[in-house]
């Protein structure tokens, strides 16, 4: 049976989607509307409005850290 995928949020209040799709390994993608797809490790921050990289750090403080060095 094949598993589908689907978007949840961390925190109800949250603004960013993830998506959880088993077929899809090793990627991390994330939304701010379920149709524009981000790629945490290729698009963070680059790829992102000044707005959503200020969204995306305020819900993720831990890969904001992890990823300080891109800045």
Do not use: C, V
Not at 10 to 22: A, C, F, M
Not at 29 to 55: C, G, R, V, W
């Amino acid at each position: 049976m094949e598993q589908s995928s689907k978007w949840f949020k961390n925190n109800p209040n949250d603004k960013i989607w993830w998506l959880d799709d088993p077929g899809r390994k090793g990627e991390w993608a994330f939304s701010f509307d379920k149709k524009t797809e981000f790629n945490m490790f290729s698009d963070y921050p680059h790829a992102l409005t000044l707005e959503q990289k200020k969204i995306f750090d305020e819900e993720n403080p831990y890969w904001k850290n992890f990823f300080k060095d891109r800045t």
